[in-house]
T-cell receptor, first 111, second 113 residues
């Protein structure tokens, strides 16, 4: 079945550091890929998405590129801020409308 | 404002006392779903609905019921709650189709004692 694997956390970075959170997927067909962010005490929010191979999703300085050849969708940000501290979830949505989530990666950014 | 509204946000109840968690969306989305989030287990789907009167089981449906009588509402019913249903619950909705992301509610933290 379809599944998503993302790097285990927690990840702790200093402010202005470069962020990468790895995500790989297994899927049949042509899924869309997503990153969601969950701030403390809140629901998940859609951060960015890509719907086909080689698409790049971007939002709020975060980017991820849909790589079909490596079945990956790694999340990157060039310079993190304290306000980026949250849990990040990689997800895929397949043809049957099912959304599969990774386990989540907790990011803490220290001033 | 486009949103998914869940109520209540927090609930403490006793074993066996029936409860309902409501979920309502104002975006005319066909697809709605319930998840539970537990430490170390991530998000697990309980039930989903592709449209009015169409519901189906997710990965962990045991002990839960849902209904979809109207497009905007998708309540989660626990007929006889047990302590292992203590969890953080999220409702989500979306348009149908792989390219659409979910809009999540703010969550309901349920404790069953």
């Amino acid at each position: 079945g379809n599944s998503v694997t993302q790097m285990e956390g927690p990840v702790t970075l200093s402010e202005e550091a470069f962020l990468t959170i790895n995500c790989t997927y297994t899927a049949t067909g042509y899924p869309s890929l997503f990153w969601y962010v969950q701030y403390p005490g809140e629901g998940l929010q859609l951060l960015l998405k890509a719907t086909k191979a080689d698409d790049k999703g971007s939002n709020k300085g975060f980017e991820a590129t849909y790589r079909k050849e490596t079945t990956s969708f790694h999340l990157e940000k060039g310079s993190v801020q304290v306000s980026d501290s949250a849990v990040y979830f990689c997800a895929l949505r397949s043809n049957n409308n099912d959304m599969r989530f990774g386990a989540g990666t907790r990011l803490t950014v220290k001033p | 404002e486009a949103q998914v509204t869940q109520n209540p946000r927090y609930l403490i109840t006793v074993t066996g006392k029936k409860l309902t968690v409501t979920c309502s969306q104002n975006m005319n989305h066909e697809y709605m779903s319930w998840y539970r989030q537990d430490p170390g287990l991530g998000l697990r789907q309980i039930y989903y609905s592709m449209n009015v009167e169409v519901t189906d089981k997710g990965d962990v449906p045991e002990g839960y019921k849902v209904s979809r009588k109207e497009k905007r509402n998708f309540p989660l019913i626990l007929e006889s709650p047990s302590p292992n249903q203590t969890s953080l619950y999220f409702c989500a909705s979306s348009l149908t189709g792989t390219g659409h992301g979910y809009t999540f509610g703010s969550g309901t933290r349920l404790t069953v004692v």
